[in-house]
């Protein structure tokens, strides 16, 4: 038996990080898709008449189904019950039933058709939903939005059912090794998904001089197309897996109502849970209006199209300089020599220095914003490195919570007094955004491995099912009250660019400060109940 388990597919560190890679890159293409408009909400308002609450609400509408419809609680049942293998499939397949949906509502084709005019008249009041203040829908909301917005629910399906069965799958391949570095890396590679988005979403909706935005979307679209091919090969990657560990894919106990009961009863669940719907609540519906809030904050000139800096090739180097940091700070953490190891590092600060420059020199808030997830591509494997081997996971939750407050109070307050200093307004960006995003890395490597040491092996898909859906009521809420609370913050202003974003700013570090205290507590409970959330995963 011993030699058995030494020449499994999870023994092989080659075999185990190609795994994770595979799920990885499809969390990536998903992440693409996710904010495909976000860098585009001004040309939104302009080719399909979408003001801040009709774009609000389209990008709320992603986690409806799984918020109100309890979808989210059900596939993770469908996890634990058919495994990582079936649900992964189903997720990339969902994703792309919604992808395709939406990319019909943004197309011209869509513009006038009988579709277009039966929408336009109908679902402006819907029952129960309308009552409760909470309907994906409203009168005068544009066809093209509702039509999005029904893709955008299904696609919201799958990309959550995705995440919480990319997951599992870490939890199984990775579990009494390096999880935390593993979880940690994967979201970090995903994470290049809002980079990626913010410089070729407007790239294609710009393609040859002629604005069409549904060439972004159809951008996103041929990637979950890849994303589903990702999941496919990790299919059998870890069916040769259980069939050389003799473990069974589907489990066979059925699942019972009484798991959930387990799960819920739990405090350290609860503290945990919360935590990660403030977290995700003060960041992802901020990356769908951030661009804009450059736009608004920051002074910009309009460049000749025959300029170097305004032409589509620069995209491309830009892209490729990206790719150079995130590669090289990612292989800082994993070199063994010191030499190659500063070589390394001095390769990813200087290549950062030039794509930052880059992006100042195109005057781009979307390529300015794309430097959010770098930081943390390198820090990431670091932290959970860290925690794997040294602990710490709920200090880390409490750091995480003071850098959201900061971040989001320099973007409300200071950013603003910069607006006439072109240098001085880029750089302050700059360094709030990296940190903003180094925040946020504290998340996958200290939150999610955190969560197996609070409930059963069996049941670990349900958990991650159950803090998905709570981190969605945030997900679905706060990209709503945002667009909400800058047309009420901003009555008669009709140019998109124009936009003051201090309160909506505020609201978001209020959430950041909410963590906090929930942090402290965690921290508490942890140290009196001994939930081992400071201990590191790797004993030695």
């Not at 599992?168 to 990775?174: E, Q, T």
């Not at 209006?289 to 032409?311: D, G, H, I, R």
């Not at 880059?358 to 794309?370: D, H, K, L, T, V």
């Not at 990431?380 to 794997?388: A, K, R």
Request: proline fraction near 3%.
């Amino acid at each position: 038996m011993t030699e058995k388990i030494q020449t499994t597919l999870r023994d092989s560190a080659g075999m185990r990080w190609t795994a994770l890679l595979l799920l990885a890159l499809a969390m990536f293409c998903a992440y693409i898709f996710v904010d495909i408009l976000s860098p585009i909400k001004e040309l939104m308002q302009e080719q399909r008449g979408w003001d801040s609450t009709a774009f609000g609400t389209m990008q709320g509408s992603e986690t409806f189904l799984n918020v109100f419809i309890f979808f989210l609680i059900f596939a993770g049942i469908i996890l634990d019950k058919m495994g990582v293998r079936f649900t992964a499939i189903l997720s990339g397949a969902v994703m792309l039933a919604g992808a395709l949906i939406k990319y019909y509502a943004i197309s011209d084709s869509f513009v006038g058709s009988a579709i277009d005019v039966w929408f336009t008249n109908n679902l402006n009041h819907i029952p129960v939903f309308e009552q409760l203040g909470v309907s994906p829908f409203y009168e005068g909301m544009p066809a093209s939005a509702k039509v999005a917005a029904c893709g955008f629910m299904i696609f919201g399906c799958g990309v959550e059912m995705a995440g919480i069965t990319v997951s599992r799958g870490i939890v199984k391949w990775f579990k009494g090794r390096e999880m935390a570095l593993a979880m940690g890396s994967e979201m970090a590679l995903a994470r290049l998904g809002v980079a990626t988005c913010m410089i070729f979403s407007p790239f294609f909706a710009k393609l040859g001089n002629q604005v069409n935005v549904s060439r972004s979307v159809a951008f996103g679209v041929v990637l979950i197309c890849i994303a589903l091919i990702m999941f496919i090969v990790y299919f059998f990657m870890d069916k040769k897996l259980d069939s050389q560990t003799g473990e069974a894919e589907e489990k066979d106990e059925p699942f019972k109502i009484s798991d959930l009961g387990k799960i819920l009863t739990s405090m350290g669940f609860w503290l945990v849970a919360l935590l990660c719907v403030l977290y995700y609540s003060a960041i992802f519906p901020f990356q769908k209006y951030a661009v804009n809030m450059l736009q608004c904050n920051l002074s910009f000139t309009e460049l000749p199209k025959s300029s170097f800096w305004a032409s589509s090739s620069v995209t491309i180097v830009q892209y490729a300089i990206m790719l150079l940091v995130a590669a090289s700070a990612f292989m800082f953490n994993f070199m063994k020599k010191k030499a190659l190891k500063y070589t390394m590092l001095t390769i990813s600060i200087f290549s950062l220095v030039v794509y930052c420059y880059m992006g100042y020199m195109r005057q781009s808030a979307e390529s300015i914003f794309a430097v959010f997830p770098l930081l943390a591509v390198g820090i990431t494997p670091i932290l959970g490195s860290y925690v794997d081997h040294k602990g710490k996971a709920a200090s880390m939750l409490v750091l995480g919570s003071l850098l959201l407050i900061f971040c989001h109070l320099t973007f409300a307050f200071v950013l603003p007094e910069f607006k006439e200093s072109q240098v001085g307004g880029v750089i302050v960006a700059y360094v709030t955004i990296l940190v903003l995003g180094a925040s946020f890395s504290l998340v996958p490597a200290s939150l999610w491995p955190s969560v197996p040491k609070l409930v059963d092996a069996k049941i670990i898909g349900s958990a991650y099912a159950l803090i998905f859906w709570i981190q969605n009521i945030g997900l679905w809420l706060f990209p709503l009250l945002i667009g909400k609370v800058l047309d009420k913050t901003n009555i008669g202003v009709t140019d998109p660019t124009q936009l003051n974003y201090t309160a909506p700013l505020i609201m978001l570090a209020g959430l950041g400060a909410i963590a906090l205290v929930i942090g402290l507590i965690l921290k508490i409970v942890d140290k009196k109940k001994h939930l081992g959330l400071e201990e590191p995963n790797i004993k030695e």
